[in-house]
C-alpha cells in the first residue's frame, strides 16, 4: 500500500502490519524522522549514526498484544467503523492504550521500511511512481467534483458517500476515455501504420478537455448493445515496424 507523505503516522504503519500489508509512502522531512533501536545494547557498524537513543517499547507492545489483535480482526471482518477507528488512533489520543500500542508497533515497523528505502532504489522508484499515479488521479477526482472540493456536511456517512460517488464517477469517465483511446489505437494500427507502444503509454486516462464537466448527466443502466472492445489488436508486424525500418 501506497501513501503520500502524510501516511507517516506511525498507529497506522502498525496497524498496516497487523493487517498484512506493507505501507510504503513517499518520505521526505527526513530529519525529522527517529529511527528506533530494538534495544539499547543495539549498535551497527555501518549505520549506527542513524540511530538515536530511542527504544521500542517490547514490553508495552506484549502487553497490550490482544487488544491489537482484536481491533484488527474488528476491522477486517468489518466489526468496527473507520469513524470510531480514526477517533481512537488520532492525535487527540495519546494517552489511550489502543493508541500507544499501535504506535509503538508502528516505531519498530517504520524503522524498517526507513530502511529499506534507503538501501533500495528500485523501492524508492516504485514509492515515487504509485504516488505520482495517485496524486494525478486524486486530481482528476477533485476536477470533477461538483460544487468545489470542500464537503458541507460534517456527517461521516454523509462524507463518505460523496467520496464514493465522486470516485465511481471519475472510474466511469477514466473507463470511457481508455475505451475511446483503444479505438484510436486500433483504427491506427488497421491503416498499416506503426503504433510505437512507448508512445501509446504517455497517452493518460485523465485527460479534461473533451468532457463536457457541467453537462447532462444522465444514468443510463440499459446494457449497450455493441460490446465495448478494451482489447487492443495490434499487430507485431505493426507494432515493430518503425524499429525493423
Sequence with gaps: MHADTQGQSLPVFGLAALLGFDLLPRIRNWHDLI??????????????????????????????????????????????????????????????????????LGRAIRTITLL??????????????????????????????????????????????????????????????ALDITDAANDIAAEGRPVDLDDLATVSPYITHTVRRFGNWTLNLTPPDDTPNTRLDLEPRVLFAAALA
Excluded at 151 to 160: A, L, T, V
Design 35 to 104: 529511527f528506533y533501536r530494538p534495544a539499547l545494547n543495539t549498535h551497527y557498524q555501518h549505520i549506527d549514526s542513524l540511530f538515536g537513543d530511542e527504544v521500542v517499547d517490547w514490553d508495552l507492545i506484549e502487553a497490550h498484544w490482544a487488544d491489537l489483535l482484536r481491533t484488527t480482526i474488528s476491522i477486517r471482518e468489518n466489526r468496527m467503523s473507520s469513524v470510531t477507528l480514526l477517533r481512537r488512533l488520532g492525535n487527540h489520543s495519546r494517552k489511550n492504550r489502543l493508541y500507544r500500542a499501535f504506535r509503538e
Design 116 to 177: 529499506r528505502y534507503l538501501s533500495e532504489p528500485q523501492l524508492r522508484e516504485q514509492i515515487t511512481q504509485v504516488t505520482n499515479r495517485n496524486e494525478a488521479f486524486h486530481g482528476f477526482a477533485d476536477w470533477l467534483m461538483f460544487g468545489g472540493k470542500l464537503i458541507g456536511h460534517n456527517d461521516p456517512d454523509y462524507q463518505e458517500k460523496v467520496i464514493k460517488f465522486n470516485e465511481l464517477l471519475a472510474n466511469c469517465v477514466m473507463y470511457s476515455t
